[in-house]
């Protein structure tokens, strides 16, 4: 129902959003993934209406959004990275505001201010400023905003960073009861896999305002099948035995961590005889072996060279 | 239109000091700076020590009283002295049959203006004296006063219309001055809050509501612009009611004001354009105003500034067109005609920086 079509914003010299195609289809959960500076934030200004692409269109039911984003701004609830609420007001004001402010029906908008209060847990706190709240409770309310109106899709962009797992798990649970209850479509952005991997159907990764890989979790899950993660415990560190394995024929990569050495390698089974020969040769013992199945995190580990969270 | 009125509303009502600041501030203003050339009442007790005092007192106190600001009151020396030492009054006069001594513990303006009237009195009396010769002091006084009362030169002043010429009351322009000043910086944050809005992501969140743009901006005008009439009204009307200051029509002073209030947030509109962010407003913004009222000339006499630079700088913002308007008002009682020029270039003003304003705040990304 809605898509993106070679869609890319430039800044100056800078390309942020480079032709991306990005479809939600009814009642989906999709989520936008990618390090800092990827491009999400400038991808979901373009979809939400708010900034002109530089080339490329944004559709609505196969309809462009761009000349006329009168019918995408009705069914679109955004959650905006920052917290836009007034802090001097206290949570039930805000609501208020932008329910006034969305045209909620006078009759309804006080039974609906305090169902999305329930929503995100905060009927008790209503009443207090929002700058006293914590980060967590800010972000509740400022998806609150969001709900008034009942969207029919929702945007968040990362609406989870720097808050507390409490809030963080009640956030999730609204997202998901969103989708899963109200039928609501979701567009999901985020650092965390996690959180991607428990609440969305699908996930785009974007790097440098491309994207980079898409599907399901299993589809993105295949592109590593190739390849195995090996967790490795030696009893010693040892510089020559890494470069032994690094210099191994199917090894792609060897990173030191905290408890040993990772090694991702081309599915090969001489690999496992060879480590332990080159082990040998060091007068090194192995501790602790593992073969890993990969995760998403490795899969967007491969794909960028970054980990996702800095 | 309206929740955004409101809501800006709401975020004051929290917090009303600023504004009961800047009010008091612009009555304290008017009244410090602005009496400076009103001279206070002021009291001296006179005494003689002659064998016959009470006749030299009574005799100089005729001569001396008549001065529209100095009291003169009968006393002993004692008492004299010590209301002096106690700073209760700040002078006496040490009356004798034809000399004087002034006693103070200070020396005030005031004072001098004591110590030039009483000397003005002694040798006018002396003048007389000696005039008279041996013949009759008083005969020769009331020849005088009566000739003085047909003097053969009459000098008359009028002004060119034929009218008589009031004198020019500073303290009027610097209370209008100060209070449309001060008001200049309320009007001011409160425009910014537009910047604030857009900074926060509230103003996103406007934009994708059904709400036009258009709305939101009059709902954050119309705040502003009623913020700083208020504060205007709240200081004139107690000028006018409470503390007796004469503005002349009031209803022609609070059209002034509303568009001067309309003008300025216009201007602060297009300064909220030229820069970057609200933090950038709030630098620029204090430090730009205090110097409107120096350029202008709000602080001086009319036509004191003749640099023909700063005449047209000050003559770009509202505040100059304001001020003239209102003392005209106050002081000439000006009518609408009078003040048809102020009030078309405080418009004119509103609408251009309006304009400019607007266009490049939305220009901004
Ligand atoms: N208004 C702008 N002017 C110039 N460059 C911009 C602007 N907005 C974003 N950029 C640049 O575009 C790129 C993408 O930014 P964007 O905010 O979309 O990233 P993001 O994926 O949301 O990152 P984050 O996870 O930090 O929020 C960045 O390099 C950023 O510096
Ligand atoms: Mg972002």
Redesign the pocket.
Same mark, same amino acid.
């Given at each position: 129902m809605l898509e993106t079509i070679n869609l890319s914003k430039t800044? %100056?010299e %800078?390309k942020?959003?480079d032709e991306i195609d990005i479809y939600l289809d009814d009642g989906e959960s999709v989520g936008l993934l *990618?390090?800092? *500076?990827? *491009? %999400?934030?400038?991808?979901i200004s373009m979809i939400s209406s708010l900034l002109k692409p530089t080339s490329g269109d944004v559709k609505l039911n196969g309809k462009s959004t761009i000349k006329d984003p009168s019918e995408i701004r009705k069914v679109l609830g955004v959650v905006p990275?920052e917290i836009a609420l007034y802090e001097e007001l206290s949570a039930y004001e805000n609501l208020h505001f932008f329910g006034k402010i969305y045209k909620v029906k006078k009759g309804f908008l006080e039974n609906r201010i305090q169902e999305v209060l329930d929503m995100v847990g905060l009927k008790d706190r209503q009443n207090e400023l929002v700058k006293t709240f914590s980060g967590g409770m800010k972000r509740r309310v400022n998806i609150a905003a969001a709900l008034l109106h009942h969207p029919k899709v929702l945007i968040l962009?990362?609406p989870t960073v720097g808050i507390d797992p409490q809030s963080r798990n009640h956030i999730l649970e609204t997202v998901r009861k969103l989708n899963e209850d109200h039928g609501t479509t979701i567009l999901y952005t985020s650092?965390y896999m996690e959180e991607v991997e428990q609440l969305c159907d699908r996930v785009y990764i974007?790097d440098h *305002?491309k994207v980079v890989a898409s599907g399901s979790k299993d589809e993105l899950l295949s592109i590593l099948s190739s390849e195995d993660t090996i967790q490795v415990q030696l009893s010693k560190s040892s510089d020559n035995l890494l470069e032994a394995i690094k210099a191994m024929k199917p090894v792609r990569r060897v990173d030191e961590t905290s408890d040993g050495i990772r090694i991702i390698s081309k599915k090969d089974s001489s690999i496992l005889n060879n480590l332990v020969h080159a082990a040998e040769k060091e007068g090194i013992q192995i501790t602790h072996f593992q073969l890993e199945v990969p995760s998403l995190e490795d899969v967007f580990l491969h794909l960028t060279g970054k980990s996702l969270r800095d | 239109m309206y929740p955004v009125f409101m809501a800006q509303w709401m975020k004051d009502k929290r917090k009303p000091y600023i504004i009961l600041l800047f009010i008091g501030l612009s009555i304290i203003a008017t009244l410090i700076f602005g009496d400076i050339d009103r001279i206070e009442q002021t009291t001296a007790m006179v005494y003689s020590t002659e064998p016959n005092a009470e006749a030299v007192e009574e005799k100089w106190l005729e001569g001396l009283n008549g001065h529209e600001t100095i009291d003169f009151i009968i006393s002993d020396k004692e008492e004299a002295h010590e209301q002096v030492a106690e700073g209760a009054i700040d002078v006496a006069i040490h009356l004798m049959e034809n000399d004087y001594r002034l006693i103070t513990s200070s020396d005030m303006p005031n004072i001098q203006i004591v110590e030039q009237y009483v000397h003005k009195v002694f040798t006018e009396e002396a003048q007389l004296e000696a005039a008279a010769g041996d013949g009759n002091t008083e005969k020769l006084r009331s020849e005088l006063d009566s000739y003085l009362e047909n003097p053969p030169i009459q000098v008359q002043t009028e002004s060119i219309d034929g009218g008589e010429i009031p004198n020019y009351d500073m303290g009027m322009q610097l209370l209008f001055g100060f209070t449309l000043f001060i008001a200049m910086f309320t009007i001011g944050f409160k425009v910014n809050g537009i910047s604030g809005d857009k900074v926060s992501g509230i103003w996103n969140r406007l934009i994708l509501s059904p709400v036009s743009k258009t709305n939101m901006y009059i709902g954050h005008l119309l705040y502003s612009f009623c913020v700083g009439f208020l504060q205007m009204l709240i200081v004139f009307l107690i000028f006018h009611y409470v503390m007796g200051y004469d503005l002349g029509n009031l209803s022609m002073i609070l059209v002034i004001t509303a568009v001067f209030t309309l003008s300025m947030v216009s201007v602060a509109m297009l300064i909220t354009g030229i820069v970057k962010t609200p933090e950038q407003f709030n630098m620029v913004y204090p430090s730009l105003i205090p110097m409107i009222p120096v350029i202008s000339g709000v602080y001086m006499l009319p036509g004191t500034i003749s640099n023909p630079v700063l005449q047209f700088i000050g003559d770009m913002f509202p505040l100059s067109h304001g001020v003239e308007a209102m003392t005209d008002v106050a002081l000439f009682d000006a009518g609408w005609n009078d003040i048809a020029l102020p009030i078309a270039l405080m418009l004119l003003i509103g609408v251009f920086s309006m304009g400019i304003g607007i266009n490049m705040v939305e220009r901004r990304?």
């Open positions: 800044f %100056k %800078k942020a959003v *990618g390090p800092n *500076g990827a *491009g %999400k934030s400038t991808t990275q962009d990362e650092h974007m *305002g | 990304k």
